[in-house]
């Protein structure tokens, strides 16, 4: 039987193994221990600043000789949402989990023999060790189109240059906007060391109005002024014809000077005018004037074949066509185009029979009083929506002309055939203030050329 000899005794395998086994229990326990204790438990706060953002972080240490647990809290303040949201995305790209607003937490353990990583960090962190810091200024403004060139950062680490710096950058150029650039190293294994720079595109270029024809016209007294049009184009925004406002002041009624103003504004709010003079001639006697050709049919008013209802010229009690079917699936094209836009343009009024406008202008008058409820509202069978071609869309409150919707049915209406029948500064012309919600439909051929003209109805059929 095999016996070990050890010195002068002998020991016999089982007692040797029952031995060995008894050591291994021993050593298992110590390391156990040694594995499950946590020695120490650090906290340790620091702020990290830049320009113009602010980093804190929280960490804390739970350190046993060979099992060591970190977590790591980081806070973003920043004025800057981008920059929140750039350094809330890159934490998160490093393993980090955003815990509650701005809140981003990391855990993480390591086995060995631990040392400090504060303190590790805190040494990298010692003066001129990392040198990091943006090249340029930290906010910059292009103008859109001009070309844009990085201007990088100063990267070095115990005075060796960075070879790498991971630069991420939202820019396109192609879109005025508000831009971020961050770049990021890497100091060692468990720090990074982020920089942010602004980028804003802008466009302060001004838009060009091109007039179409001679900047002075003549024309005989009592003749329609025809606009021989305009066009708008800008750098950013391309063609914004559209947008054109003008300011028509022509009576031809009245020899003189007249100025027609044209004024546009593209999206970045640079703004241009353009004018032109239109002269209307003394009155001769070799002159045919144009009248305009005033029909009564069934106690309706044509100009020109155009129904007019104003002040002036009523509607009889009877009349009563309902809202016009055309006019209003016109309505509801325009409403869905605006929708596309985010814009709501619900319909408030539209067709209002001789009895509902003498109940509501009464109202009015109870309220206001006769004459100040007259520019705003109707005596019954002077009401354009009795016609049912006159809609209020919107709302009929004053505040609707600074909307968004007001700016858009403006520029827009007459694309599908109306017109805002009571514009700004012509109260003198059409007797009401200015309605910026009452739309009047005259088909997209007559709507598009009183529109172009600047004029009111009345103006442009030659009756005010
Ligand atoms: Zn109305």
């Known amino acids: 039987m095999l016996t070990i000899k050890v010195g002068r005794r002998r020991i016999k395998p089982l007692n040797w193994l029952i031995f060995l086994s008894f050591v291994a229990l021993i050593v298992y326990v110590f390391f156990s221990l040694i594995f499950l204790l946590p020695l120490f438990n650090k906290e340790y706060s620091y702020n990290i600043d830049k320009d113009n953002y602010h980093l804190s972080v929280k960490t804390k240490f739970k350190h046993a000789w060979f099992n060591c647990h970190t977590t790591e809290v980081y806070k973003i303040k920043s004025d800057d949402k981008l920059i929140v949201k750039t350094l809330g995305n890159q934490l998160i790209s490093d393993g980090f989990k955003e815990n509650n607003k701005n809140n981003y937490v990391r855990k993480s353990s390591e086995f060995g023999l631990c040392s400090d990583n504060y303190k590790r960090y805190k040494k990298t962190r010692k003066k001129g060790y990392i040198k990091f810091s943006l090249r340029g200024k930290s906010s910059q403004i292009i103008e859109y189109e001009k070309e844009y060139k990085d201007p990088y950062v100063n990267a070095k680490i115990n005075n060796t240059n960075v070879k790498r710096v991971d630069v991420v950058s939202t820019l396109n150029e192609k879109q005025i906007g508000k831009y971020i650039t961050s770049y990021t190293i890497n100091v060692n294994k468990m720090h990074k060391e982020y920089l942010f720079r602004i980028i804003k595109i802008v466009d302060t270029k001004k838009p060009e109005?091109?007039?179409?024809?001679?900047?002075?016209?003549?024309?005989?007294?009592?003749?329609?002024?025809?606009?021989?049009?305009?066009?708008?184009?800008?750098?950013?925004?391309?063609?914004?014809?559209?947008?054109?406002?003008?300011?028509?002041?022509?009576?031809?009624?009245?020899?003189?000077?007249?100025?027609?103003?044209?004024?546009?504004?593209?999206?970045?709010?640079?703004?241009?005018?353009?004018?032109?003079?239109?002269?209307?001639?003394?009155?001769?006697?070799?002159?045919?004037?144009?009248?305009?050709?005033i029909e009564v049919k069934n106690g309706l008013t044509y100009v020109d074949g155009v129904l007019l209802v104003n002040k002036k010229y009523g509607v009889p009690k009877t009349y009563d066509p309902g809202v016009n079917e055309e006019a209003l699936k016109k309505v509801k094209e325009m409403q869905k185009d605006a929708e596309?836009?985010?814009?709501?343009?619900?319909?408030?009024?539209?067709?209002?029979?001789?009895?509902?406008?003498?109940?509501?202008?009464?109202?009015?008058?109870?309220?206001?009083?006769?004459?100040?409820?007259?520019?705003?509202?109707?005596?019954?069978?002077?009401?354009?929506?009795?016609?049912?071609?006159?809609?209020?869309?919107?709302?009929?409150?004053?505040?609707?002309?600074?909307?968004?919707?007001?700016?858009?049915?403006?520029?827009?209406?007459?694309?599908?055939?109306?017109?805002?029948?009571?514009?700004?500064?012509?109260?003198?012309?059409?007797?009401?203030?200015?309605?910026?919600?009452?739309?009047?439909?005259?088909?997209?051929?007559?709507?598009?050329?009183?529109?172009?003209?600047?004029?009111?109805?009345?103006?442009?059929?030659?009756?005010?």
């Not at 005989?220 to 184009?233: Q, T």
């Not at 406008?357 to 109870?366: F, I, P, T, V």
């Not at 827009?412 to 203030?433: C, E, Q, S, W």
């Open 209 to 293: 109005i091109k007039i179409v024809g001679n900047n002075v016209i003549e024309i005989d007294y009592g003749s329609k002024y025809v606009e021989p049009g305009f066009e708008a184009s800008d750098n950013y925004d391309g063609d914004i014809t559209n947008k054109i406002k003008i300011k028509n002041t022509i009576n031809n009624k009245k020899a003189g000077t007249y100025n027609i103003s044209y004024s546009v504004c593209d999206t970045s709010n640079n703004c241009t005018s353009a004018k032109r003079q239109v002269v209307v001639k003394e009155k001769t006697k070799e002159v045919i004037v144009h009248e305009p050709k």
């Open 340 to 464: 596309v836009l985010g814009l709501s343009l619900p319909i408030v009024s539209s067709y209002r029979s001789y009895k509902t406008q003498e109940k509501l202008h009464a109202s009015y008058a109870k309220r206001d009083g006769e004459e100040k409820a007259s520019t705003y509202s109707a005596l019954a069978g002077h009401s354009e929506h009795q016609t049912g071609l006159a809609f209020d869309l919107g709302s009929t409150d004053s505040s609707f002309q600074y909307t968004k919707e007001a700016k858009w049915l403006a520029e827009n209406a007459h694309l599908y055939g109306f017109i805002i029948r009571y514009p700004k500064d012509k109260t003198d012309i059409t007797g009401y203030v200015y309605e910026a919600w009452h739309v009047r439909y005259l088909g997209k051929d007559l709507a598009y050329k009183v529109w172009q003209s600047g004029l009111t109805l009345e103006e442009y059929l030659g009756v005010n």
